[in-house]
């Protein structure tokens, strides 16, 4: 049987017979990232889904062969393809197209160094998988062939190029530069057909195999591998695992955007809930935190993970690479060194480590690594790059420099990072040797792959003579690059800059860039400006329901519930069973004080991924509200267990534990936390609350005082530390702080609020409604500012003012009893009973467990001469708090006014011995 073969650059080669293509992978030529067809049909294949070549493939990954260099390639896929050609059958007329398919490359996949004015002229191949526009035939057909059939084939003779010919005249030269192609990655589909444990397990070793390779086209093979085990196999945690990881290493060459992302979030979904306590779900958590920029619960997490997995090989990949970010070089190695003692098959632990060796100046064991690493694996073209740079860099070894580089760049694609540096380092040697036509090349092709790289760019415009901008070459993606850069070391100002470049600069407009945009910004306190990146996002992408969450989360923070809701809904309307949407939801019926509907929608989005943290921290706050300790302890000890590495889930169990074992116990396990985490200010932001909570105001404003020093802008911190301070009497240090806190984010209505109370209860109620207008205008659906204002009015004496600033409050935040009560006291002052009752009964289906309605409403009743049911509301109140005073005092006046003088006088004396100093005790006693 023959096959035609396609590389990974595109080229068809054949036809070729059954056993030269066993023979080429057994040789190396063939590494199982081609594709083959029957031939004369036209249905392409992967090359490791065919079972003839199945076994060849599976024997090579056991025992890696050395990968061929390019020219070696050629020249046996072309000799392979005359074997496969027989005198009858091959022989063509003069008008028929030459049946050798030599060299076929799509345009996104050519040799970027293939040369412009050696380009063949195309001819266009009807096939059913490649578009004739995106064809070009370049015939390999050695020159003796084309000899013998020089009478049949004029037109082929005309078209075609010798093997020497491309080698040394056409393989190095520039074409005007394209963009790479972007892969997306593959998320295993549910619902497939299952597979036996012996297939599982094949196509998980050969997955390992490839992704041990540690190359863009291994990482791409391991991904199609493990995608087909766990759609075989569900639950197979292994490879999740890797599945995760292979993701990792193939971000920088994907789109970078929300559905790649998905992909990740919902394959970290599914291992967490296959292996919720062990390393898989570990590591897919970390990689989803990693690629969506959440770099500091990352690095938190990471600590975590490898004290719990001192085995797992990944970890400390990881924190290498991160130590390596903050140049603690000689740390980063002793890291990378316990991955390759756990696994020494995985080529990327010694590539790294050679980097590193590299910027300490170790060449010699630097290059002694990248030899080990291409001897292991010779299509290793990082390594292969990586060396070469070394040696032009560091060695002024030249020659072999370039030949390195070159050789690297045929056999794969690298980190467009690298190979712009790469071609930078291939004009300099052209520019050295005379040729300036190739270096200007060169230079500009570098320039092109990165932009940032200034290198290429003085270089280019110092050989050409001509100047070069970085707006015709901005690629969407390597700007996205630059923003995760700055993200992971927490410059949010120059990251949200470069994702919007990054938003401007891609075709078509990558939604994923707007929204990191956004969280920068949010980050930066400028919220107007965010919203308005988050709404781009979804005038570029509609049906996206992390944009539609996104802006949902932002409105909701800016108490703006209405908007919200109507975002929530659209994303729910996209995808209704999306645990994101669920997840946001429940957070947006907490944010609003509807515990119960929080609960309910958390424990419904636990359903669909029940090991997220962040769901079970939403459970606990909302029973924590609700006052259910019990149930609250109990998920946040599920919090705790499922993330130990958090600081948010420590202190809100800290929080649980107050009030479920007591202050003293909540203080110990802090003050624990801070003695292992002394740079970590959570804890002392979480002290520091439940101190407060407790009345050790001058306790509470000494830790948190510490915590601030730590973290100086956290504004709930400084917020918090405010009402410490305030409370603790120290009036000045409060507004001094409450100031600070409205400098760092001037869009935030809440420090100016707590200044308008502060002046509020200290009677200057003109100062206080001053600044409540001020947060008006900063943000008018604040809670409770325009009660606050109201209060102020009232106190100015302009009653009707205060009850409409009142009843704006009553419409913003119907979830609030406060302005029903409030409204309330300014009618009952009025002698407008009625009014007065109507916003008590409003309170009391709000907070019909207090006490505090009941007795209110008794009074208004018994001032409008309905006695009877200010008997009944009087009764209700004592049965929820027959302790209160005030309850026994109303009771006696109603009782009073009924006739009944013994039950009042029975009232009377239970009010007076328990409020022996009542200030109303002469006029009581006289009604006695």
């Keep these: 049987m023959n096959w035609l073969v396609r590389d990974s650059k595109g080229r068809i080669f054949g036809p070729i017979r059954t056993e030269r293509i066993t023979e080429l992978i057994k040789k190396g030529i063939l590494v199982g990232s081609e594709k083959v067809c029957k031939f004369p049909s036209s249905e392409w294949q992967e090359i490791s889904r065919v079972p003839e070549f199945y076994d060849a493939l599976l024997d090579v990954l056991r025992i890696p ?16 393809q005359s074997d496969g050609q027989t005198d009858d059958k091959q022989k063509t007329s003069e008008k028929q197209e030459p049946e050798t398919y030599s060299g076929i490359a799509e345009p996104e996949s050519e040799p970027p160094a293939a040369a412009e004015k050696n380009r063949p002229r195309k001819k266009k191949i009807d096939t059913s998988t490649l578009s004739s526009d995106d064809i070009e035939v370049i015939d390999l057909s050695p020159r003796r062939q084309l000899v013998r059939q020089k009478s049949q084939r004029q037109k082929a003779l005309g078209l075609g190029l010798t093997i020497t010919g491309l080698v040394l005249a056409g393989i190095f030269l520039i074409q005007e530069p394209k963009t790479p192609k972007r892969i997306q990655l593959m998320l295993p589909r549910a619902g497939q057909p299952t597979i036996s444990d012996t297939e599982a397990l094949g196509y998980f070793n050969t997955a390992r195999a490839y992704f041990y390779r ?28 890797l599945l995760c990881l292979t993701y990792r290493e193939l971000w920088p060459f994907s789109d970078k955007g929300v559905d790649s992302l998905a992909v990740v979030s919902q394959l970290a979904q599914r291992a967490s809930q296959a292996d919720s306590m062990g390393s898989s779900g570990d590591i897919c958590r970390l990689v989803q935190l990693e690629l969506s920029g959440n770099f500091l619960n990352f690095a938190t997490k990471l600590d975590s993970s490898i004290r719990r997995f001192v085995s797992s090989p990944y970890f400390y990949e990881m924190k290498a690479r991160e130590l390596e970010e903050k140049d603690e070089h000689v740390l980063a190695i002793s890291y990378i060194q316990k991955t390759q003692q756990i696994l020494p098959e995985w080529n990327k632990s010694f590539v790294f480590e050679a980097i ?46 370039f030949e390195k580089i070159k050789e690297g760049l045929e056999v794969d694609r690298v980190m467009p990072q690298l190979e712009s540096k790469a071609w930078t380092r291939i004009a300099t040697y052209y520019s050295k040797n005379g040729n300036n036509e190739k270096a200007v090349e060169s230079a500009k092709k570098a320039f092109f792959i990165d932009s940032t790289n200034l290198d290429a760019k003085d270089l280019f415009e110092k050989l050409s003579g001509t100047e070069i ?25 120059a990251a949200q800059a470069e994702f919007r470049a990054a938003f401007d600069t891609c075709s078509p407009a990558n939604p994923l860039a707007a929204i990191k945009a956004a969280e920068s910004l949010w980050r930066l306190n400028q919220s107007r400006e965010a919203l308005e990146w988050v709404d781009k996002a979804i005038r570029v992408d509609p049906n996206s329901e992390l944009a539609w969450i996104k802006k949902a989360d932002f409105l909701a923070q800016r108490f703006d519930f209405e908007l ?15 645990f994101e949407v669920i997840r946001a939801s429940s957070e947006f019926e907490f944010r609003r004080k509807n515990f119960k509907e929080a609960i309910e929608l958390a424990k419904q989005a636990l359903r669909l991924y029940d090991t997220d943290t962040d769901t079970h921290l939403i459970l606990v706050k909302s029973f924590l509200a609700l006052g259910d300790v019990r149930e609250a302890y109990q998920w946040a000890s599920r919090a705790i267990e499922l993330d130990s590495s958090s600081p948010n889930a420590h202190a809100i169990y800290a929080e649980t534990l107050a009030a479920f074992q007591g202050v003293e116990s909540a203080t110990n396990y802090l003050k624990e936390k801070m003695n292992i985490y ?105 809670p409770q500012v325009h009660l606050f204002k109201g209060r102020a009015l009232n106190k100015l004496g302009r009653t009707e003012e205060a009850l409409s600033a ?21 009618y009952m002052n009025s002698k407008v009973y009625s009014r007065a009752i109507q916003n008590l009964q409003s309170a009391l289906k709000l907070r019909n467990d207090t006490p505090l309605v009941y007795l209110r409403l008794a009074e208004a009743y018994r001032l409008s001469g309905n006695i009877d049911v200010a008997l009944s509301m009087v009764n209700v109140a004592a049965q929820k708090e ?21 039950r009042a006088r029975q009232a009377f004396e239970t009010y007076l011995d328990l409020a022996p100093n009542a200030p109303d005790r002469a006029a009581i006693q006289s009604e006695l």
């Design 214 to 241: 540690d190359s863009f086209s291994s990482y791409l093979q391991a991904q199609t591998e493990l995608v087909r085990t766990i759609e075989g196999r569900p639950q197979t945690k292994e490879a999740m695992e």
């Design 469 to 493: 901008s970085a707006a015709h070459f901005m690629d969407c993606q390597e700007v996205m690059t630059l923003g995760e850069q700055f993200l992971r070391s927490g410059n949010d100002l």
């Design 806 to 826: 009142i009843a704006i409050e009553q419409k913003r935040n119907p979830m609030l009893a406060a302005p029903y009560l409030e409204a309330a006291e300014i």
């Design 65 to 80: 062969a050395y990968q061929k260099n390019e020219t070696e390639k050629l020249i046996e896929l072309t000799k392979a």
């Design 356 to 401: 590193v060796r590299d910027k300490l100046g170790q060449l010699n064991e630097a290059r002694k690594l990248f030899q080990k690493v291409i001897a292991s694996y010779g299509g290793h073209a990082e390594a292969k790059v990586l060396q070469g740079i070394l040696e032009i860099d560091k060695l002024q070894q030249y020659d072999s420099g």
């Design 678 to 782: 002394p740079a970590k200010p959570e804890y002392k932001k979480a002290l520091g609350k439940i101190l407060y909570e407790d009345d050790q105001f001058e306790a509470a404003v000494q830790i948190l005082m510490k915590g601030h020093e730590q973290a100086s802008s956290d504004k709930s911190l400084m917020l918090l530390l405010a009402k410490a301070q305030y409370s603790n009497k120290d009036h000045n240090a409060a507004l001094k702080t409450l100031l600070g806190v409205a400098a760092i984010d001037p869009t935030d209505a809440e420090p100016l609020s707590e200044i308008g109370l502060i002046y509020l209860n200290v009677s200057d109620a003109s100062r206080a409604l001053n600044y409540f207008n001020k947060a008006i205008n900063v943000n008018d659906r604040f």
């Design 882 to 902: 027959s302790g209160n005073p005030l309850v026994h005092r109303e009771m006696g006046l109603i009782y009073k006014l009924k006739g009944d003088h013994r």
């Design 564 to 578: 919200a809701l109507q975002a929530l809904l659209k994303a729910r309307q996209i995808k209704p069973k999306s």
